[in-house]
């Protein structure tokens, strides 16, 4: 596929202090890109248990959900200074979009609030096995507070336009090179979508409830909300309100509310809480949802609702 590109992203929460003088702390956030593939796979595996009974027929079997589905992506590409990118990213712009995976971008007021700084640097490397060991260094998952990203993206179209991206962390990766071409590595990559699971989670908030979403007018989409079973190890701070064109692929992170904002919302004889994103052009279809946040950070997103203005 002409223009398709893989990106992976990998982000290190544990911030770090450099060791010249008044320096500022630093994420790091490794960005790998493939800008061919030899391959790409997304599996979904939705798995079932038979149960057939004895003297049943065939077509009466039982089958039984006992399990939750996952989803994994592999793909394999070669390795080569002039097919693949390794790089430090300088911000989070290109990754904020996605809500309840990365939380980075500013510090906690605990850390005295503020921006980041972002280390950033492409990595130049003398030969290709050197690259494919630096790419094994920085990508292997070490921490539980480690976040990996995967993105699809067609560069050929303007914008480019995101053709799948997915939150979780690698799996396998495996690398290998014949006699025939020693000098090409092929790399193969098995990254599992989903949330990992630390220590940490329980700090910030579950989704929202009983959230209710409408088209009031030409434009503009309300949302109708509660606050989340729990909230997390400190108090929320705010709301996100998340938005995506259909088949543009882009999520848009730019709405949110404050806490104190959000309780004025509510009328006398209700109980939800109230928001509504404007000036959304219409005649098309969005896809939306929001996120609790307090200070430890964005907590789980809501459904995911689709729309039509």
């Not at 493939?34 to 149960?51: R, Y």
């Not at 995967?150 to 799948?164: A, G, H, N, Y």
């Not at 309300?222 to 709301?239: M, N, Q």
């Not at 994103?277 to 609790?292: G, I, R």
Request: hydrophobic residues 40%.
């Amino acid at each position: 596929m002409t223009g398709v590109e893989i990106q992976l992203y990998k982000v290190h929460p544990e911030k770090y202090t450099n060791t010249t003088a008044n320096a500022a702390d630093e994420y790091r956030i490794d960005k790998f890109v493939a800008k061919t593939f030899e391959s790409i796979g997304i599996d979904l595996n939705t798995p079932i248990s038979p149960m057939p009974l004895p003297e049943d027929r065939s077509t009466e079997n039982i089958l039984v959900k006992m399990e939750g589905n996952s989803q994994q992506v592999r793909f394999g590409c070669r390795f080569d200074g002039n097919l693949v990118e390794l790089s430090y990213v300088e911000d989070l712009t290109e990754i904020l979009t996605q809500a309840g995976i990365v939380n980075v971008d500013t510090k906690s007021a605990a850390d005295g609030g503020g921006a980041y700084d972002y280390d950033a640097n492409i990595i130049s490397e003398p030969d290709n096995i050197q690259l494919v060991q630096t790419f094994l260094n920085n990508f292997e998952s070490r921490s539980i507070t480690d976040t990996f990203i995967i993105r699809i993206v067609d560069k050929s179209q303007t914008p480019e336009k995101i053709l799948f991206t997915g939150g979780g962390s690698i799996q396998a990766i495996n690398t290998s090179t014949d006699a025939a071409s020693p000098v090409v590595w092929n790399v193969n990559v098995d990254f599992l979508v989903g949330n990992v699971i630390s220590i940490y989670d329980a700090d910030v908030p579950e989704e929202v409830t009983g959230l209710e979403v409408s088209v009031p007018s030409s434009g503009s989409i309300k949302f109708r909300w509660s606050d989340p079973a729990r909230e997390g190890g400190s108090a929320i701070t705010k709301f996100t309100f998340v938005y995506q064109k259909v088949l543009e692929g882009n999520w848009i992170a730019d709405n949110e509310i404050t806490y104190a904002a959000a309780q004025a919302t509510i009328p006398a004889t209700e109980t939800k809480y109230s928001y509504e994103l404007t000036l959304l052009p219409p005649n098309m279809d969005y896809k939306v949802y929001l996120v609790a946040e307090n200070t430890a950070g964005v907590g789980a997103i809501s459904e995911i609702v689709r729309v039509g203005l």
